[in-house]
Structure formats: C-alpha cells, structure tokens
C-alpha cells in the first residue's frame, strides 16, 4: 500500500494505517528531536507527542508531502519543549550544599561540562562536535540546517515543515552553513580520514 | 582560512551546492568557480561542512513511537460533530446579541420604526394634498371648507416670503395663491408688470374658495404702487386662514394670527366652526403615525423579533451543551 493510501486510510481512523507511516518516519522524527533537544529522553518523548498530535490533527492535512507535514509536527513539540525550557530552566544558578545546606562558593559547578575540542579529539566522536556546533546555533538556524543537511530533506519540504517561504529557507541555510564551519575548524582533527586528507591539501 | 565572500555569494553558492538555483544562475557560478578562486575555496569548504554534518552517525529509536488503541481512544462519529455544533452555538449568541441590539439601541430601533411607518407615509402625505385636489373640484363637499395646514411643506410658511416680496416687488403681479406657491406667494411665482395671473388650476381662481384665498375675490390685481401700510399688511393677510373674513387682512402684526395660532383680535371670544375643515383634520390626525402609536407592521416585527430570539437562545444553548457534552465525553 502507497503511502497516499495510508493517509486516506489513517484520516478515516485506521490506527493500523497510521502506524506503518510512523514505522517509516520515526527514526528520522527521533534524530531531528534529538538535533534540536540534544537530549535522548528529551527526544524519544517530543516524537511520541509529535506521532499522536499528527493523528489527531490528521483532519487538518491537506496533501502534499506528508513527510514534511510530519516533520512540522515534530518541529512544533521541540519548540513547544524549547520553550518550556526557557520558562522553567532546570539548572539552579546557585547550588545548596545538601550538608549544611548553605550555598557553595566554590566556581566549580561553573565549568563547562561539555566537551571542549580537546576532550572531544579524545573521544573521537564526531557526532559529539557537531553537536556541539549544532547548540550554538539558533532554534531557527538549527531546524533548518539538520533537516536540509543531517535528514537530507529539500528546500521545499522544509518550507512546508517550518512554515516559511523559500527564500527564507536559502538564507538561513548558508547562514548556518558559515556558521557551522567557522565553528567546526577546532574539530577537523575530528573527521574522518578521508575529510582529514582532503582538509589538509584545501588548508 | 575565513575567505573574503559577500553574504550574497555565501547564499548563492550554498543553494547552488544544493542545485537549488535557476539554470542561468547555475551557469553564473559554475563560470565564476572557474574565474575566481576564492569563490572556489569558499565553496569547497561549504562542501566539506555539508559532508561533515551528513556523516553524523544516525541516532537508533529506543523503541517504536506507534500508537495504540489505549493512547488514541477510538473517535466515534459523534466526535466529528463538536466542532460544528461549537461554531453553531457561537453563531447563534452572535445572533442573539446583534437582534438585542437591533432592539434596544436608539438609532436602529428609530430606524425600524421608520420602517414600520414607511407604509402609511403615502396616505398622509396624499391626505395632506387632498385638500387642493378636492378644491379644485366643485362638486366636492369640502368646497366651502379650506384647509390651512400650518407648516406643511410647501404650500406650509410661504407667507413671510411672500409678504417680503410684496414689500421689495411692488409692481408684483398677483399673490397667486395656488398651493404651490404658499401663501401670498414667492418671488418666483410673482409676474412682474402688475397684470392679472390666472392661476394654473382655475378651480380655485372661479368661485371656489381656495384653502388660501380669502373671502375677497380670488383674482386680485395688486396696484402698480402699492402703498407701505398696504405691503406690511401683506403677511398678515396671506398668513390668515382662508377661513377668516376680509377684515383679518388688515389685522396688524401684534403677535396674532395663524402663526402663532392665535385668532384675530375680531374673532376673539367668537366660536368658530368649521365642520368640513375640522373633519378633514380629524382625518388627517388619525392617518398621520404618531412616534407613540404601534403600527401593525411595527407589532407584526417586533412579533418576529421576539420569536427569533428565543429560537436563537434555545438554539444557542442545545448547540453549546451538546459540544460540551461530546467533547468531555469523546
């Protein structure tokens, strides 16, 4: 069955329908939460909420591509969980000492955990540094560039899935590709051979 | 490292990377990467990133994301009908509220009883114009009886004009006293030359006395000079009643007389009656729509209202409980 006929039979009630459409786009849902939440948990619960806000909104498609009308659902539960983030930030700015419960004056809970390049040439995970140049970057940057770059989606999905027209979707793209790179030139190191070799004879 | 590229030619070789240019554009750049080798760098670290963040390993799902029966309750047919009953149940208050409006609001309640009176408008306004019309016809019992409807349009308070015109026209003709041209006439309807103007309508020049006209003869010539008792005299006579004696003609204007509904100084403590003008008054008195009375029509609308704003409430409220019952419920 073609995946216009899941639709149909999905926007008539049919769960069985519904699910062979979420079998075929959660692992791309998952990973894209994943780029925006850069949290595992984070991501597996913005995709099960993406999955069932798109069955229950299924009257409201319209056509087209239905993986980007996925992916906008997905899209809106990370900005829906960004946003609670902002509001209810979970890091307190002063720990309490659970012992005398007073306040630690020490500056170490100041440092950064995340991986500096250094720790990352350690590691050796590339996934890790681009990550982290992937935080860096704005919601809007962000969205955008893992769904044209990491997802391989084409312009036009993604101004389906974002909501903007394509000329937005060109701009933000080379934007966030200048800023990834100037981001990424403490981690070439990091890359692969053949992206090491070939840095090495364009540096 | 960084490369020395406008923002535009960033943006340009990014969709180009992606084939996202138009075939023109597409020859553009592929002759500039050939001409300028920074743009050629530029571009090669473009690709490179691009490559960087496609060999980003794929994260694995923890598990499957399907839904199942118990997360998504079945939607039954009933489900599909809250959002029209909801959008029914609006309609219905926005409804509700526009006739409480249309009901109670000065300037929409006057115009429906504008509207209500727009059916009896006609017969008064061709009561107002019988009394012309059965003047000029002798066989009519109001023949005798003049009618002086005082401030009625144009054949209403013409008389001060026309007093003012006999003061400044002198050599005017004949104060015509067709309705048309009110009492003692306008300058418009005043000949110069002094000679004798036979009104339009010669009933009421021959024998029948015009609701204007005194008991003087209808044709009257004015004198080449007319003297300035005679011009000041001229409103008083032209504003009194057809009804009144020929004396009234003369009666000074000391805040008596038909304007200021006053009879003359002579006909004070006498009792006039005059049958045919009095029942003709009466009629119109009955046709003309009082602001207080209720038209038929005016009862037949307000009927209606009443009876659509109840359909409107009890509508408005099945709707309203019915969405909320099936959307607690579904």
């Known amino acids: ?203 | 490292m960084t490369t020395p590229v406008s923002p535009d030619d960033w943006e340009l070789l990014s969709a180009y990377l992606d084939g996202q240019v138009s075939a023109r554009e597409n020859e553009q750049v592929r002759l500039r990467l050939e001409a300028q080798p920074e743009l050629q760098r530029a571009f090669e670290e473009l690709r490179r990133t691009r490559m960087v963040l496609r060999s980003v390993p794929r994260k694995r799902v923890p598990r499957n994301f399907t839904l199942t029966r118990a997360m998504v309750p079945e939607r039954r047919p009933w489900s599909r009908l809250v959002p029209s009953l909801s959008f029914a149940s609006g309609l219905a208050t926005l409804l509700l509220v526009i006739t409480f409006a249309f009901e109670f609001l000065p300037g929409l309640n006057n115009s429906t009883q504008q509207m209500a009176a727009q059916a009896p408008a006609p017969a008064a306004t061709a009561a107002l114009q019988a009394p012309s019309a059965s003047d000029s016809n002798p066989s009519t019992p109001n023949q005798g009886a003049p009618i002086v409807i005082w401030g009625g349009g144009a054949t209403g308070m013409g008389g001060g004009a026309g007093g003012g015109s006999g003061q400044e026209l002198p050599n005017a003709g004949v104060m015509a006293t067709t309705p048309e041209t009110g009492i003692g006439g306008g300058p418009t309807s005043a000949p110069p030359g002094g000679k004798e103007v036979v009104p339009t309508e010669p009933a009421q020049v021959e024998g029948t006395q015009s609701p204007f006209s005194t008991s003087s003869p209808s044709i009257v010539s004015a004198p080449t000079e007319t003297p300035p008792e005679k011009s000041t005299e001229a409103p008083a006579a032209t504003s009194t009643p057809a009804a009144t004696s020929a004396p009234a003609l003369a009666a000074p204007l000391t805040g008596e007389g038909p304007i200021l509904g006053i009879r003359p100084t002579q006909e004070m403590g006498k009792i006039v009656i005059d049958q045919g003008a009095d029942q003709t008054s009466r009629e119109l008195t009955s046709r003309q729509p009082t602001p207080h009375s209720t038209s038929p029509e005016t009862s037949f609308i307000s009927g209606h209202l009443v009876a659509i704003q109840i359909g409107l409430v009890v509508l408005a409220l099945i709707a309203g409980l019915a969405a909320f019952y099936l959307r607690r419920r579904f």
């Open chain 1, 1 to 203: 069955m073609d995946e216009v006929a899941l639709v149909r039979a999905a926007i008539n009630g049919d769960l069985d329908s519904f699910n062979r459409l979420v079998l075929a786009y959660q692992e791309m849902a998952y990973n894209l939460a994943y780029r925006m939440l850069s949290d595992e948990d984070a991501a597996s619960d913005a995709t099960q909420t993406a999955f069932f806000s798109a069955f229950r909104s299924l009257s409201s498609y319209r056509g087209g591509s239905f993986r980007a009308w996925v992916m906008r659902m997905v899209t809106n539960t990370c900005y829906d969980e960004l946003r609670r983030r902002q509001r209810h930030p979970t890091t307190p700015l002063e720990p309490v000492d659970e012992e005398d419960d007073e306040e630690i004056e020490s500056p170490a809970w100041l440092a950064d955990s995340s991986p500096n390049p250094e720790q990352t040439l350690e590691q050796g995970q590339l996934d890790q540094a681009v990550q982290s140049c992937l935080e860096g970057l704005t919601d809007e940057f962000r969205v955008v560039v893992v769904m044209v770059d990491v997802e391989g989606m084409d312009y036009q999905e993604v101004s389906i899935a974002i909501g903007k027209p394509l000329g937005t979707i060109k701009s933000r793209v080379a934007r966030a590709r200048l800023k990834l790179r100037d981001c990424l030139q403490g981690f070439w190191e990091l890359l692969p051979v053949q992206f090491r070799l070939e840095n090495k004879d364009q540096l």
